[in-house]
């Protein structure tokens, strides 16, 4: 039986037993925080556990002590058997996404000392299918959608400019919502995204259209958002009509609307511009360790180890290979490096991208 968000949101809030499961969630959440895990990893994890105890509680399982490998093995099961609304199951992905969490809650507690023996340290998380990017945008397609917001109102402006800043960076959507307005560099046509998943900076290259409207957009809309003193607003380069940095599903619905809006017959939203600008640059001619650096993958299952790239060759790999401002200059990337990516490398960079969506696609469910 299902177990609604809700009901998980009061399982964990049910600490009146200091020994019960609750409580050790609770001190384990907070111990991912003092270790500067990241805001959205405490969040997932908290809503993931949160469906581990509310079925534990069904169950009159209170205690971290009463759980075994088979009972654990039986939520397992119940997550495979599970249906949504839609009466559609849960992803193996999902699945495995709830999974991982409540292996390292049992972990921390044994290395804690709270359990003598860790019972889900044998258990077998699903396999992960490999797959590639469900819809990838032609640049016919992404200049249809470009033109949907109207360029003669505030909010198409802004609009327009998130388009452009996620097809000419592919930076992620929890990625576009952190940034500040120092962080565009606009004589050398960087922008740096600070604390990116896994809490790492990166600096990448933005193209000269996403820099226009950026600046149109600083110009004559931004200062008519910007409402109150608050800090955080007053330095969020992207506001909503209330004043208000973006939240991740706020941002999502907004893309997505004119990704529908432009009757593709394909459907995304802020990954989907991702996708679409790794793959594009790849048929450009650009060396995969170039794209890999634009993502922030750190590595590549079944690639070579991340390469360091200098900032100016990229742009320079960027200006070459992105199609937002088509110039006759292939032959930079071509010349990049001495051997050209084999597809193998270019399916995994791809595959991993379709698992950065449905991750996507799974807190947007737990949100």
């Not at 469906?51 to 971290?64: K, Q, S």
Request: aromatic share 6%; proline share 6%; with cysteine.
């Amino acid at each position: 039986m299902p177990v609604a968000p809700s009901r998980a949101k009061r399982a964990l809030a049910d600490r009146h037993d200091p020994e019960g499961l609750p409580a050790y969630v609770a001190r384990y959440l907070e111990w991912l925080r003092v270790h500067n895990y990241s805001s959205c990893t405490v969040e997932n994890r908290e809503a993931c556990l949160g469906y581990f105890v509310a079925w534990c509680t069904e169950r009159g399982l209170a205690r971290p002590k009463e759980l075994t490998k088979p009972i654990l093995e039986r939520y397992q099961r119940s997550l495979y058997h599970w249906r949504k609304r839609n009466g559609q199951p849960l992803t193996f992905r999902a699945q495995h996404a709830r999974l991982v969490p409540v292996r390292a809650l049992f972990r921390w507690l044994t290395r804690q000392n709270y359990l003598l023996y860790n019972p889900a340290s044998e258990l077998e998380l699903p396999r992960l299918e490999r797959r590639l990017p469900k819809h990838v945008l032609t640049i016919a397609e992404v200049e249809q959608v470009m033109r949907i917001p109207k360029p003669d109102e505030p909010r198409g402006i802004r609009d327009r400019a998130i388009l452009e800043t996620l097809y000419s960076t592919g930076m992620r959507r929890r990625e576009l919502i952190g940034l500040a307005l120092f962080d565009i560099d606009r004589e050398r046509g960087t922008v740096m995204i600070r604390l990116g998943k896994g809490k790492k900076d990166r600096m990448i290259p933005v193209g000269e259209r996403a820099v226009a409207w950026i600046d149109r957009y600083q110009e004559e809309v931004r200062p008519d958002l910007v409402v109150g003193r608050d800090p955080a607003h007053l330095a969020t380069l992207f506001l909503t009509q209330t004043g208000e940095p973006f939240t991740p599903n706020r941002l999502t619905q907004l893309v997505r609307g004119y990704v529908e809006a432009a009757r593709l017959g394909k459907s995304g939203s802020c990954h989907l511009f991702r996708h679409t600008m790794a793959t594009l640059m790849l048929e450009n001619g650009a060396d995969i360790r170039y794209i890999q650096a634009m993502l922030g993958h750190a590595e590549l299952s079944t690639t070579q180890i991340y390469t360091q790239v200098s900032i100016r060759r990229l742009k320079e790999i960027h200006t070459a290979t992105h199609p937002g401002k088509p110039r006759p200059v292939r032959a930079i990337a071509r010349d990049a490096t001495e051997e050209q990516p084999e597809t193998s490398s270019a399916e995994a960079l791809l595959a991993a991208l379709d698992a950065e969506a449905q991750e996507e696609e799974q807190d947007e469910v737990m949100e």
